[in-house]
């Protein structure tokens, strides 16, 4: 089995396929690493090793009798907020500990359909509201590059658990960059769609207007094949686009020739490290040599964007949890508590406003913008990855809280104007963490930037790096 954990989730499925290993080889490489450095990272809440071992033999039965699913045999872990009927769903949370739904997740059961089955729950912020990792509840997520710095969140332990190579596929979601963020800090790649682009039932809410539901993976063309998979309307969620779903993986053919790339002089830079701007510069680099063509320039409407949508995300998070907060607010951590609190005091003119501007806004950002590039390149995080003491705004020093925030500054504003964005790793700073390169297009041009960042790691081997956490593990898979 050697070398089986270190594929991607494509290579897994391919794998499986073609009779090259079976869905029990993937599933016991993958718990081989979980044993080993799980007890130092905490990127699992709960497990499933007798049901996922008869769901694995299921599936090779399955590829005996010709069956032959874009990703059979594959087993996965997700963010512990994705419904399935009688199984626990947690949330990250004290007050749904022991919750149990009876529905499951429109996307669980197109991954199902597709083939991967589901072995354990992944830790992830409290009700996925922070940008960090820190959890009073189970534990903060720690990063396999580095124990003592943050995964990101509000996906850590989907982030973790990927760059840790007990997982070939997490779902996250993103609300404020919680699929984005962990993948920048973590070394891995995650896609958060166009808002709409994917069933959003079945998954825990945090604000109706900005939640997204994404993929974290090794590869760009991992999170493709996903997205195919996962995209699409669904009758179970109103909201959801019935824009047609493309193949894909069918846009990954490494042709940049004449792409026009736009990086952003204001808003994504302000304040970013001297390491962080050089990784995305050396990434400019390798784009612009497969024939990409750059032009900077400032972006319009940025102080609207960020004021309106931080109003958006807070006024709905704490309608959501109103009735909890007024029946049990000690069961929150405070910096939570304190966050929905503040949502209250907004006015109601003010969030109408916000969501009124939505549409304007969004409409003359992607006349400017995008009648100039094609797409948008920033770093990810625009500062090197801070510990989780530095940002433990519970127990920290004044300051804390800057650092806490600054960590999502760069992924917000694609979330109020409902654009996709990947990030893929591009380098690491000088205390062995990764950085992120952000991609960013127009509505639903997720073909576009998983273009781009697919040519871009096929030039670059930044996702291929594995932490040293791994190194020794006995019995390496």
């Known amino acids: 089995m050697a070398g089986l954990a270190d594929h991607s989730l494509v290579q897994a499925a391919d794998a499986v396929r073609s009779g090259e290993a079976t869905s029990v080889d993937l599933l016991h490489a993958c718990w081989a690493n979980l044993d080993a450095v799980n007890p130092q990272l905490n990127a699992v809440i709960w497990q499933e090793r007798e049901q996922a071992e008869a769901a694995a033999r299921a599936a090779d039965a399955a590829v005996r009798g010709g069956q032959r699913g874009t990703l059979l045999g594959v087993p996965m872990a997700h963010k512990d ?5 009688g199984k626990r769903s947690t949330c990250g949370s004290a007050l749904r500990r022991d919750f149990r739904p009876t529905v499951a997740a429109t996307v669980i059961e197109r991954l199902a359909a597709a083939g991967a089955y589901t072995f354990a729950g992944l830790n992830m912020a409290e009700f996925a509201q922070n940008p960090t990792g820190h ?5 903060d997520c720690h990063n396999p590059w580095n124990l003592p710095y943050i995964t990101g969140g509000s996906s850590s332990g989907s982030g973790a658990s990927l760059a840790a190579r007990f997982n070939y596929m997490a779902l996250g979601s993103d609300t404020g960059g919680s699929v984005r963020l962990p993948a920048s800090a973590c070394g891995v790649t995650g896609l958060k769609p166009t808002q709409t682009r994917v069933s959003r ?30 995209a ?11 824009e047609p779903v493309p193949d894909y993986e069918s846009f990954l053919d490494g042709d940049l020739r004449g792409l ?5 002089v204001n808003y994504f830079l302000d304040g970013a490290d001297q390491p962080i701007g050089a990784a995305m510069d050396a990434a400019l680099q390798v784009l612009a040599g497969r024939g990409a063509v750059v032009s900077r320039f400032e972006l319009p409407l940025m102080d609207a964007v960020a004021a309106y949508g931080g109003i958006v995300s807070r006024v709905e998070a704490s309608t959501i949890h109103a009735d909890w907060m007024r029946a049990d607010p000690q069961a929150y951590a405070a910096h939570i508590s304190a966050r929905l609190y503040a949502g209250y005091a907004i006015p109601a003119t003010y969030y109408v406003e916000s969501l009124s501007r939505r549409g304007p806004i969004l409409r003359a950002f992607a006349a400017e913008v995008f009648g ?3 797409v948008l390149v920033t770093p990810t995080i625009r500062t090197c990855l801070p510990t989780l003491a530095e940002t433990d ?9 800057h650092r806490f925030m600054a960590v999502s500054a760069n992924t917000r504003p ?17 205390n062995g963490l990764p950085i992120g390169l952000q991609v960013a297009g127009r509505p639903f041009g997720e073909g576009r930037i998983l273009r781009v960042a697919d040519a871009y790691q096929a030039d670059t081997g930044w996702h291929r790096a594995r932490p040293a956490i791994l190194d020794g593990v006995k019995g390496r898979a």
Do not use: W
């Not at 959890?135 to 534990?139: L, P, S, V």
């Not at 994404?214 to 493709?224: H, K, V």
């Open 81 to 85: 907020m994705y419904y399935q009927a």
């Open 135 to 139: 959890n009073k509840t189970f534990g």
């Open 201 to 230: 039932h079945g998954v825990m809410p945090l604000s109706f207007s900005h939640d997204n539901v994404g993929p974290l993976a090794r590869t760009a063309r991992d999170c493709a094949r996903v997205l195919t998979v996962i």
């Open 232 to 242: 699409g309307h669904d009758p179970r969620d109103p909201t959801s686009s019935h």
């Open 260 to 264: 026009r790339i736009g990086v952003p």
């Open 372 to 374: 100039k590039v094609d």
């Open 393 to 401: 705004i519970d127990h920290g020093p004044p300051g804390t809280e």
């Open 414 to 430: 694609f979330n109020y104007l409902g654009l996709p964005a990947i990030s893929v790793p591009c380098g690491f700073d000088p």
